[in-house]
């Protein structure tokens, strides 16, 4: 099973700066890596997919990158709506396909 | 516009049984595969089950294995979830997700259902 760990497990920002969130996986997931944001009392969103593809209808100011086993989500110009958990997920290797335990964003 | 509604959640006794359903609409249902990922109380995201976008493959979290089924029916956009010998630790809102990839195997889950909460409780 590839354990997925997120780091900082609390992230808190002044709005309108970055943030910038990892996940490391504990084997190679090659670029089939996902993150999604959970806001309060909602369903998970589909944020990125393939390391760095956006999703459709997400702002510009997401954006993923990394392979392998070091992956970052970037959040440049955080507004209060990001406010939120955000999860990575690995596709590559299942079953089981497996979520990080979340980092949340305190703006 | 796609939209995932679960049912058949509630609060149950342990060691009995219940029956998740999940209504699927504003797309090619037969076409993609279908994920239940659950997310106990204040948790983080756990995955659940899989079933290929023809039911012909299934596959379980190590948690479920031998007391959970899943199914579906595509002339109803639907798929289901049986869990048996349902715990404490059972206790969860319990997520219907479309895997992204169509007429093929699986990929990256997309859309999520706002969820069903399950609470096991004596």
């Known amino acids: 099973e590839i354990v997925l760990t997120q780091s900082p497990a609390t992230l808190s920002v002044p709005p309108g700066e970055r943030a910038t969130l990892s996940c490391r996986a504990s084997?190679?997931?090659?670029?089939?890596l996902a993150w999604y944001q959970q806001r309060p009392g909602q369903a998970p969103r589909l944020l990125i997919h393939?390391?760095?593809t956006r999703a459709t209808g997400i702002p510009a100011r997401f954006s993923g990158s990394g392979s392998g086993t070091e992956f970052t989500l970037t959040i440049s110009s955080l507004q209060s709506e990001d406010s939120a958990v955000y999860y990575c997920?690995?596709?590559?290797?299942?079953?089981?396909?497996?979520f990080g335990q979340g980092t949340k964003v305190e703006i | 516009q796609v939209h995932l509604v679960e049912s058949g959640g509630g609060v149950v006794v342990p060691g009995t049984s219940l029956r998740l359903s999940c209504a699927a609409s504003g797309f090619t249902f037969s076409s993609h595969s279908i994920h239940w990922v659950r997310q106990a109380p204040g948790k983080g995201l756990e995955w659940v089950a899989v079933i290929l976008y023809d039911g012909s493959k299934k596959h379980y979290a190590d948690s479920m294995k031998g007391r959970s089924t899943i199914s579906r029916d595509n002339s109803n956009n639907s798929v289901y979830l049986q869990v048996n010998s349902l715990t404490v630790e059972d206790t969860a809102i319990y997520y219907c997700?479309?895997?992204?990839?169509?007429?093929?195997?699986?990929?990256?889950?997309?859309?999520w259902g706002q969820g069903t909460l399950v609470t096991v409780s004596s």
């Open positions: 393939g390391a760095s």
């Open positions: 997700v479309r895997d992204s990839t169509f007429y093929s195997g699986f990929d990256w889950p997309d859309y």
């Open positions: 084997l190679s997931v090659s670029t089939d």
């Open positions: 997920h690995q596709y590559n290797n299942w079953p089981p396909w497996t």
